[in-house]
């Protein structure tokens, strides 16, 4: 690996690692929209108001996950670089596995009338953030840069 394709990749999982809160965040907004939308009521004021809190949020969030969330990123990272998967997909599915382990951990609910809701409420938001995040680094790390040569 040449040193500016380990800078890719480097910057791929940090720029993930930032903005994995984020868009999870803003699927949950689009969750509660479309509740809204389906219930009959949305107010427009109310989602306004909901962008400077997904943007604090995302900081909480950061201060919070963000070393459990690089080392998780980093790991993938390296699964599909050891593997020598280049598509986008492989780094989505793998994405959307780290988001799985999300879904897994949100099952740790104590109420066990609510924990299928839930499970299936987070897996809805958790597996897709994860398969954005995965082509997110793709992009990043992994198109556009030159294939190495086969040995």
Do not use: Q
Request: glycine share 12%; net charge positive.
């Amino acid at each position: 690996m040449t040193a500016s394709a380990g800078l890719r990749h480097i910057i791929g999982v940090l720029v993930v690692t930032a903005t994995a809160p984020l868009v999870t965040m803003f699927l949950i907004a689009a969750v509660g929209l479309c509740r809204g939308l389906l219930n009959g009521h949305v107010d427009l004021a109310y989602l306004l108001r909901l962008i400077p809190g997904l943007l604090i949020g995302n900081y909480i969030i950061l201060k919070i996950l963000g070393p459990p969330l690089l080392v998780g990123s980093t790991l993938v990272a390296g699964i599909i670089y050891a593997t020598g998967l280049r598509t986008w997909y492989a780094s989505s599915i793998g994405g959307a596995c780290f988001g799985g382990c999300f879904v897994l951990l949100s099952m740790r609910i104590p109420s066990e009338e609510h924990r299928l809701i839930f499970a299936v409420e987070s897996a809805s938001i958790f597996l897709p953030a994860g398969a954005i995040c995965g082509w997110i680094y793709w992009r990043i790390a992994v198109a556009g840069s030159k294939p190495e040569p086969v040995p």
